[in-house]
């Protein structure tokens, strides 16, 4: 992605050596004169707690090394979704998280966060932060690979990108309800859901992490009778569990790189920071 996103900015790609001491410590050298540069460091947040210590690290040692501007692309951008806290005594994360990397950046970019009780990335990021949309590229990629779409999101959540690659497809679009019982257990209901005759249905959601949510919809489906589903989520984070949904044929963007990966965001991403990096 880094390689990518340089070449389509006109950019140079710069090193950034990160090994560690035998006590588990991070060193971390780059080895380019970051001097009057705008460094963006590209860091997909998938699995992050072994990348947020060395991310933040050289954030602050490209400002050391004099770096004009040290801008995040975060393809996927991790603890959005712990944004109230449920139960008493929950650290609300995503405000924490967002506060460390408020401090460690000037700006940042991402792709379809997980925005459900905020609106907007402005209420918890102190940085310009901008949410980048995959929904005009998942739309091309249905365009060319399915006929006669009929979009379906497996929850209210997903009701907001759903909606939109509906009517870029020009598609018509439902939405299940979702009953989150644990991590790897949901239960979901069609209510009056109805497929129209010939249409394949496409589930889309925003994230597939143990694949629950996918395969609950995908189960729901199918004593409908209609053709089977394609299921298409903007990032894969494929945690454990999550096979059966890849042997579904799961298709992913490339947020996060994996087996599911094949709608690619370089060009949405490298339009989306072209201003930040003059
Ligand atoms: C929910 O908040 C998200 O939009 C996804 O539906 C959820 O993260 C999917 O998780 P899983 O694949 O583990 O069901």
């Not at 759903?162 to 870029?168: E, I, S, T």
């Amino acid at each position: 992605m880094a390689l990518r996103l340089a070449a389509l900015c006109g950019g140079d790609t710069g090193v950034l050596m990160i090994s560690a001491f035998p006590d588990g410590e991070f060193h971390l050298r780059f080895r380019d004169d970051l001097t009057g540069r705008c460094v963006v460091l590209i860091c997909t947040l998938a699995r992050p707690n072994d990348k947020i210590v060395p991310l933040l690290f050289a954030a602050d040692a490209a400002r050391q090394l004099g770096a004009r501007k040290v801008g995040l692309v975060a393809p996927y951008l991790c603890y959005m979704r712990q944004d109230r806290s449920f139960k008493p005594g929950e650290a609300v994360t995503s405000r924490s998280f967002a506060a460390l990397l408020s401090r460690a950046c000037d700006w940042l970019v991402t792709v379809d966060p997980h925005l459900h009780r905020y609106k907007s990335l402005s209420e918890i990021y102190a940085i310009p932060a901008r949410a980048l949309h995959a929904g005009p590229a998942i739309a091309a990629w249905i365009g060319a690979h399915v006929t006669r779409p009929f979009l379906i999101g497996p929850d209210a959540e997903s009701r907001q990108w759903v909606g939109a690659v509906a009517g870029a497809c020009g598609a018509g679009f439902a939405v299940l309800s979702k009953q989150r019982l644990g991590d790897r257990d949901v239960t979901s209901s069609l209510g009056d859901l109805r497929i129209p005759d010939g249409a394949t249905p496409v589930l889309l959601d925003d994230i597939v992490s143990t694949g629950a949510t996918m395969a609950e919809a995908i189960r729901l489906l199918g004593p409908l009778g209609a053709l089977p589903p394609v299921a298409i989520a903007v990032h894969g984070l494929l945690s454990d569990g999550a096979q059966p949904i890849l042997d579904a044929g799961l298709v992913t963007t490339n947020t996060v790189p994996g087996p599911a990966a094949a709608i690619d965001i370089s060009g949405l991403i490298a339009a989306g920071i072209a201003d930040l990096v003059t």
